[in-house]
């Protein structure tokens, strides 16, 4: 159960990586198909690691803190990673596509492994079970290795100002930025 899920999570990893090839060659139906099959089955393995194991009960206060805190981040991830982006207009033009600095995406590069990473931690802090820590660490790695590749080689191709973007917003750890 534990391996089924780590699979599901990577297989879904492994179609956003193809989809940021799909980006970086302008494919975009494949690029289509393939962030709706890699958003779901990462969707999917976060549901299966939800329902597969039991929360641990504590006072009910530290228990409703953790689970809006949960809450909290995966409204964050939906925001950052579905309705930011297409609200912000990333095409100049009709063939130039730029990073924007505003919003999450001026805290850090990558916010949608930011708000990956703590909704897993709050959810490690609910469950407090070592086979669900390890499998949220998992799909945590796995995403982090995702944003490297797209840091360093796909983003770089896709995005015209992204080395001056690299140079103003923090990769995944924010900073307090000098006012101009």
């Not at 060659?25 to 962030?35: E, G, M, P, R």
């Not at 393995?45 to 009910?60: I, N, R, T």
């Not at 944003?147 to 103003?168: A, M, R």
Request: one cysteine or more; a positive charge; aromatic letters at 20%.
């Amino acid at each position: 159960q534990m391996f089924s899920i780590i699979l599901i999570g990577g297989t879904g990893f492994i179609f956003l990586f193809l989809y940021d090839l799909c980006q970086k060659y302008k494919q975009k139906t494949f690029a289509l198909i393939f962030s709706i099959i890699g958003y779901t089955a990462i969707f999917s393995s976060m549901l299966f690691l939800l329902f597969s194991f039991k929360p641990k009960f504590e006072p009910m206060f530290s228990f409703i803190l953790k689970a809006v805190m949960a809450v909290i981040f995966f409204l964050l991830l939906l925001y950052s990673l579905f309705f930011e982006i297409p609200l912000k207009n990333t095409i100049v033009g009709r063939k130039i596509r730029i990073a924007r600095s505003e919003g999450t995406y001026g805290i850090v590069r990558h916010p949608g492994f930011l708000w990956f990473f703590f909704l897993n931690l709050s959810l490690i802090l609910i469950y407090r079970e070592i086979h669900f820590t390890i499998i949220s660490a998992s799909l945590v790695t796995m995403d982090f290795l995702l944003v490297l590749i797209e840091d360093h080689f796909i983003f770089p191709h896709i995005f015209s100002n992204y080395k001056d973007y690299k140079k103003e917003v923090p990769f995944l750890i924010p900073r307090m930025r000098r006012s101009s």
